[in-house]
Nanobody, 126 residues
Framework: QVQLVESGGGLVQAGGSLKLSCSASGRTFSTYPVGWFRQAPGKEREFVAAIDRSGASTNYARTVYADSVLGRFTISRDNPKNTVYLQMNSLKPEDTAVYYC??????????????WGQGTQVTVSS
């Protein structure tokens, strides 16, 4: 069983930056791919980014991004800390949403994932 807790959301002006954290309990977290998703009011939840499990002998892990955040967002993981991060730069008002992290042996980057956090609100003002 894995429990996920997101943090780092808040209010920021357009062009600003935020760094979200997804902290996990459970020793198996490092073996799971992790995804970030977001849901804006009145819209469906959408994929943002994902990171694969790290290699057995390296810290390298594949990453993938939605086109809308490519070049602005960076996903990374710190396995000893059981944490995955989402660095968000050059934020736009359209990035406003509740951001969720998810983990599990998903069949593809978009899921479905087994474990979800409660979400953290990101609001970008124009």
């Amino acid at each position: 069983q894995v429990q996920l807790v997101e943090s780092g959301g808040g209010l920021v002006q357009a062009g600003g930056s935020l760094k979200l954290s997804c902290s996990a309990s459970g020793r198996t977290f490092s073996t799971y791919p992790v995804g970030w998703f977001r849901q804006a009011p009145g819209k469906e939840r959408e994929f943002v980014a994902a990171i694969d499990r790290s290699g057995a002998s390296t810290n390298y892990a594949r990453t993938v991004y939605a086109d809308s955040v490519l070049g602005r967002f960076t996903i990374s993981r710190d396995n000893p800390k059981n944490t995955v991060y989402l660095q968000m730069n050059s934020l736009k008002p359209e990035d406003t949403a509740v951001y969720y992290c998810a983990a599990g042996d998903a069949p593809n980057w978009h899921g479905p994932y087994d474990y979800w956090g409660q979400g953290t609100q990101v609001t970008v003002s124009s």
